[in-house]
Nanobody, 121 residues
């Protein structure tokens, strides 16, 4: 079964840190980029950070200098290290990727189930 599984969310005080993980199971990340998105109540889903297969990264201006995206291809996992968290970072965080199975089937624009991050002031 092809899945993207996010983990690592939780409740943290402002200024604290969390590390999110996104693991592909039943498949691997394709050669395309992997992205972390977030969606706060009443807001549209927005891109937080992305990373290519070669490790090139990009960040939304609101998280630059605080968040770091990285990947471990051997573990089929992408991480989002979040430091200096602010209450406005509160949202459900989703991982998005194109996946490929051993049989060569592609699953494009695949989303995980999301993980809640809540930052208290």
């Amino acid at each position: 079964q092809v899945q993207l599984v996010e983990s690592g969310g939780g409740l943290v005080q402002a200024g604290g840190s969390l590390r999110l993980s996104c693991t592909a199971s039943g498949s691997i990340f394709s050669s395309n980029a992997v992205g972390w998105y977030r969606e706060a109540p009443g807001n549209r889903r927005e891109l937080v950070a992305g990373i290519t297969s070669t490790g090139i990264t990009n960040y939304d201006d609101s998280v630059k200098g605080r968040f770091t995206i990285s990947r471990d291809n051997a573990k089929n996992t992408v991480y989002l290290q979040m430091n200096s968290l602010k209450p406005e970072d509160t949202a459900v965080y989703y991982c998005n990727a194109d996946l490929m199975t051993e049989g060569g089937h592609y699953y494009y624009d695949y989303w995980g189930q999301g993980t809640q991050v809540t930052v208290s002031s």
